[in-house]
């Protein structure tokens, strides 16, 4: 290997400094047909802080594409009011017993998908059991673990609520934890 010239040096300096003061909006969703969990998490430096954390709610008695469409329109909401630069979103598990269930699923995780990519985020998807052993180290944590985890990461009053908005402060902290920094200035 060739020794490293003064501007490989100064690279190196430049790449560790925007690392270190690295700062991105994350949107953390929890996909859901009837509730559908959001959470806005700004990751600075050293720490995670939560912006905003709500859910989605759509009406069981409509049809799907109605549902399908008030997702859509709910996540173009939150995109277009806080442009996150990465948008992360659970993967779905379903039990081989319940195959419709999965089916129904993937429509409203295709709608956030393919809404966070429109808005130009970045967009990663993350397992439960990945998301779990990030704020646990167990990737089979109970709700309770995971809600505890959250609360002392966040340093919140209380456990976050309902376990929809959980999940999604939970994949957008998973995501924070993870990913390697964009480098490019951002909000």
Same mark, same amino acid.
């Given at each position: ?92 598990? #379903?039990?081989?017993?319940? @195959? ?8 409203? +995780? ?5 809404? %966070? ?23 089979? #944590? ?5 809600? +505890? ?13 309902? @376990?929809?908005? %959980?999940? %999604?402060?939970?994949? #957008? ?5 993870? +990913? ?8």
């Amino acid at each position: 290997m060739p020794p490293a010239t003064a501007s490989d040096i100064l690279a190196t300096i430049i790449t560790f400094f925007i690392r270190i003061f690295d700062t991105m909006i994350l949107l953390g969703i929890d996909p859901g047909l009837q509730v559908c969990g959001y959470a806005l998490v700004k990751k600075e430096l050293l720490r995670q802080t939560l912006i905003e954390a709500g859910v989605f709610r759509t009406d069981g008695k409509a049809a799907l594409e109605e549902r399908l469409n008030q997702i859509a329109e709910d996540i173009q909401t939150v995109l277009a009011a806080h442009k996150p630069d990465v948008v992360a979103v659970e993967q779905l598990y #379903a039990h081989y017993k319940h @195959p419709r269930t999965a089916i129904l699923m993937g429509h409203a +995780r295709g709608v956030i998908l393919q809404r %966070a990519a429109q808005s130009g985020a970045t967009v990663r998807s993350y397992s439960a059991t990945r998301i779990k052993k990030s704020l646990t180290g167990n990737g089979h #944590a109970s709700k309770g673990q995971m809600q +505890r985890a959250i609360q002392t990461v966040l340093d919140l009053p209380s456990v976050p609520e309902p @376990p929809d908005v %959980a999940d %999604a402060i939970a994949v #957008a902290l998973c995501c924070a934890n993870e +990913r390697k920094p964009q480098y490019q200035s951002v909000k």
